[in-house]
């Protein structure tokens, strides 16, 4: 139990130096509540822009930054519960909290690898004031060996959330697969293909607004010799 408390709260602190009207518009009358769970009520006076086949990428670049800074924080305060299971807290460092959910037989430890399962609920939950997030996501991780550290090297989303601010609309994931690197920094979605080989796309995003809806994954690329 001490192994991997010490082991994901050093590489967290490390790294952190269907459809219904409430989806595709989160700032509908009843925007307190949606189908993903927690709280979405902030985000008014921004643009909320609808998310186009152009815009798309720029939108996913966004949500996955801010997945990971929170998915982060999961694991250090997970890591440093008093009791293994118990729902924690973690708050937004521009606006919101969210509620990190964990069961106490979800972390599992060897000596290469560390991997953990949790739900993260967000409640007007904001990283940088750009998007807003209401809903919740399923996180499945590993941690890998680096030499003296552990890093992120495989992070599966499902689930969903309800977003708006500089965009408007929810997003869904099924088996989709965040593509970490070697130093535990996320990989940029407008990454070539060659960055990409080593982390293969894996699963796809659902993005709904306003009238549209895109299916897709963001990390495919076609490789042409």
């Known amino acids: 139990m001490k192994l991997w408390i010490l082991i994901l709260a050093v590489a967290a602190a490390a790294i952190w130096a269907a459809c219904s009207t409430n989806r595709s518009d989160?700032?509908?009358?009843d925007l307190g509540t949606n189908d993903y769970g927690g709280s979405l009520n902030t985000g008014k006076d921004r643009p909320n822009l609808a998310v186009t086949e152009q815009n798309?990428?720029?939108?996913?670049?966004?949500?996955?930054?801010?997945?990971?800074?929170?998915?982060?924080?999961?694991?250090?305060?997970?890591?440093?519960?008093?009791?293994?299971?118990?729902?924690?807290?973690?708050?937004?460092?521009?606006?919101?909290?969210a509620v990190v959910n964990t069961q106490p037989d979800t972390l599992e430890v060897s000596q290469t690898i560390v991997s953990s399962t949790f739900e993260i609920t967000y409640f007007n939950f904001s990283e940088s004031g750009k998007l807003f997030f209401?809903?919740?996501?399923?996180?499945?991780?590993?941690?890998?060996?680096?030499?003296?550290?552990?890093?992120?090297?495989?992070?599966?989303?499902?689930?969903?959330?309800?977003?708006?601010?500089?965009?408007?609309?929810?997003?869904?994931?099924?088996?989709f697969s965040l593509p970490i690197d070697s130093t535990?920094?996320?990989?940029?979605?407008?990454?070539?293909?060659?960055?990409l080989i080593s982390h293969p796309a894996?699963?796809?995003?659902?993005?709904?607004?306003?009238?549209?809806?895109?299916?897709?994954?963001?990390?495919?690329?076609?490789?042409?010799?």
């Open 184 to 195: 535990g920094k996320l990989i940029k979605v407008d990454a070539s293909a060659f960055d």
């Open 26 to 29: 989160p700032l509908s009358a």
């Open 56 to 97: 798309k990428l720029e939108l996913c670049q966004e949500v996955f930054e801010q997945l990971y800074s929170s998915f982060l924080k999961g694991c250090g305060i997970t890591a440093n519960a008093p009791f293994p299971g118990e729902a924690v807290r973690i708050t937004g460092n521009y606006n919101g909290y």
């Open 134 to 175: 209401g809903g919740k996501i399923g996180f499945s991780g590993s941690w890998g060996k680096g030499g003296d550290s552990r890093v992120p090297d495989d992070i599966l989303l499902g689930l969903g959330l309800v977003f708006a601010g500089y965009f408007s609309g929810s997003i869904e994931f099924e088996n």
């Open 202 to 225: 894996q699963g796809s995003v659902t993005i709904r607004s306003g009238s549209e809806t895109f299916k897709f994954n963001p990390y495919f690329r076609m490789i042409i010799d």
